[in-house]
């Protein structure tokens, strides 16, 4: 079975600073790996994933996040927050295998909260 | 950009109704799946859908859940007698055939049981 674990239900940054988002993942085999986003009133968005090939992954709005298996780990990071960052953020995983269904396992998801 | 449409967006019920969530899934996804999550709780998988039947459920999805797609566009959740506990958020989610990470979400329906 596959887990995630988010470290911190929120997260507090100024503007202009790092933002880092932990997750470390549990899985059997490497897996899949999702960071979505949740803006208030709206539905889970895709940032970024990663499947094969180059662990440092960069998704929309200057996030990015690597892979790192030997830690199992797939941390979010943005060198500069913005005001319109704040959401939730939520990271998942799925099991390659399975590759009919692909059900996501996520996190309890970290809020992001930005100040001036 | 095509988007997955949930109708509607709040729905407050008394516990033992029935309810039924309704979603618009993208017009050439294949697979369909319905997600909640409870205020302070993990996003759950509840349920995914290929081919007109349940491919995949979890331990959540019991008896008292159906899914169907009646009219090849619709792509429904009802919950038979809701209870207390089935106050969430639940998210509908579609997949485009030739990805397997290719989902699209929902904006949810938050269901609220009194």
């Known amino acids: 079975a596959q887990s995630v674990t988010q470290l911190g239900s929120h997260v507090s940054v100024s503007e202009g600073a790092l933002v880092l988002l932990r997750c470390n993942y549990s899985?059997?085999?490497?897996?899949?790996l999702f960071w979505y986003v949740q803006y208030p009133n709206q539905g889970l968005q895709l940032l970024l994933k990663y499947t094969t090939g180059a662990t440092l992954v960069k998704g929309i709005n200057g996030f990015e996040a690597e892979f790192k298996k030997s830690e199992t780990s797939f941390h979010l990071t943005k060198p500069s927050a913005h005001m319109s960052d704040a959401a939730e953020y939520f990271c998942a995983v799925s099991d390659p295998r399975n590759s009919g269904y692909s059900t996501l396992t996520f996190g309890k998801g970290t809020m992001l909260l930005v100040s001036p | 950009e095509p988007e997955v449409t949930q109708t509607p967006s709040h729905q407050v019920t008394q516990m033992g109704q029935e309810v039924i969530l309704r979603c618009v899934p993208i017009s050439n996804h294949l697979y369909f799946y319905w997600y909640r999550q409870i205020l302070g709780q993990k996003v759950e998988f509840l349920v995914s859908?290929?081919?007109?039947?349940?491919?995949?459920k979890s331990e959540i999805f019991d008896d008292q859940f159906s899914v169907e797609r009646p009219d090849g566009s619709n792509f429904t959740l009802k919950i038979r007698s809701t209870k207390l506990e089935d106050s969430a958020m639940y998210f509908c989610?579609?997949?485009?055939?030739?990805?397997?990470?290719?989902?699209?979400f929902g904006s949810g329906t938050r269901l609220t049981v009194v």
């Open positions: 899985s059997s085999v490497p897996p899949y």
């Open positions: 989610a579609s997949r485009e055939p030739r990805s397997n990470y290719g989902y699209t």
């Open positions: 859908f290929y081919n007109n039947e349940i491919s995949e």
